[in-house]
């Protein structure tokens, strides 16, 4: 079992700089794919971006060039530094975590940006 844990949302002005980050812990072993999603209620859950263990990474149309993921292997952790935030970011992210076995995810954290 992995159990990920989400740190950094909060309010931020249009235009502004917010940065998250997720911690994996448990069976770690073979986190090959940690990625970030995000969901507005009433919404299906949006892919925003994922990274690989070998730290290729891959993005959603609708963030590329605002948000930025990275990884710490040797922290088990991933972040997402969103910039140029606009009011429609508004949602709650959430984290998540592949291995063999399966996907996991994290609890969400709110993160509201103000127009």
């Known amino acids: 079992q992995v159990h990920l844990v989400e740190s950094g949302g909060g309010l931020v002005q249009a235009g502004g700089s917010l940065g998250l980050s997720c911690t994996a812990s448990?069976?770690?072993?073979?986190?090959?794919?940690m990625g970030w999603y995000r969901q507005v209620p009433g919404k299906q859950r949006e892919f925003l971006a994922r990274i690989t263990i070998g730290a290729s990474t891959m993005y959603a149309d609708s963030i590329k060039g605002r948000f930025t993921i990275s990884r710490d292997n040797a922290k088990n952790t991933v972040y997402l530094q969103m910039n140029s935030l606009k009011p429609e970011d508004t949602a709650v992210y959430y984290c998540?975590?592949?291995?063999?076995?399966?996907?996991?995810w994290g609890q969400g954290t709110q993160v509201t940006v103000s127009s």
């Open positions: 998540y975590a592949e291995q063999m076995l399966g996907r996991y």
């Open positions: 448990g069976s770690i072993f073979g986190l090959n794919v």
